[in-house]
């Protein structure tokens, strides 16, 4: 998960050779749908995840990330919290 912190950065279409479609400012997060376990495939008998969206940087940024090893962490002990 993603937490931007300064710059502008954007939802882009790739394959419309990266078309901005949703602009995200300072306070916004993107991400978090791919924190989700339910967001992970069993492809050639290992976990993997598949990545749905593109996020482009606009301007310079800088981002916090919560990565997914945190989030595993977090969702096998929800019951603790």
């Not at 050779?17 to 993107?30: A, F, H, N, P, Q």
């Not at 339910?38 to 940087?57: D, G």
């Amino acid at each position: 998960m993603y937490f931007q912190v300064k710059g502008q950065a954007g939802f882009v279409l790739p394959k419309y050779m990266d078309s901005c479609y949703i602009i995200l400012e300072v306070g916004d997060t993107y991400g978090d749908i791919d924190l989700l376990p339910s967001n992970y495939e069993y492809r050639n008998l290992k976990r993997e995840m598949i990545r749905k969206f593109t996020v482009q940087a606009i301007t310079a940024c800088e981002v916090l990330v919560l990565s997914i090893k945190v989030s595993l962490i977090m969702w096998s002990n929800l019951e603790m919290l």
